[in-house]
């Protein structure tokens, strides 16, 4: 399968914006504020210090995303992607 530029573009820009709401879904539920993305705001809940467990559990869970990501570009790209291309996704 040969691959394209603007099909890679769109795959990473598309994890990218999965992997960040999914990531910030996660994050504590506090109070909501908006953070500024490509010039979307996007709502995220921020507040509490997490205990070990929470913590722990939180680790688990920001894994799952990235496996889940890098999954996700396995299947639209057919080859895993590149150490660069998973920092550029999920930073």
Same mark, same amino acid.
């Given at each position: 399968m040969t691959e &394209? $530029?603007?099909?890679? $573009? &769109?795959?990473?820009?598309?994890?990218?914006? $999965?992997v960040e709401k999914q990531v910030l879904n996660i994050m504590n539920p506090g109070n909501t504020v908006y953070i500024k993305k490509n010039d979307k705001p996007i709502p995220t809940n921020i507040g509490k210090i997490f205990s070990e467990e929470e !913590?722990?559990?939180s680790m688990d869970k920001l894994t799952n995303i990235m496996k889940g990501g890098c999954d996700d570009f396995f299947q $639209?790209?057919?080859r895993h992607? !590149?150490?660069s291309e998973m920092r550029s996704m999920m930073g």
């Open positions: &394209n $530029k603007e099909q890679l $573009k &769109n795959v990473m820009e598309a994890i990218e914006s $999965k !913590t722990q559990k $639209k790209m057919g992607p !590149t150490y």
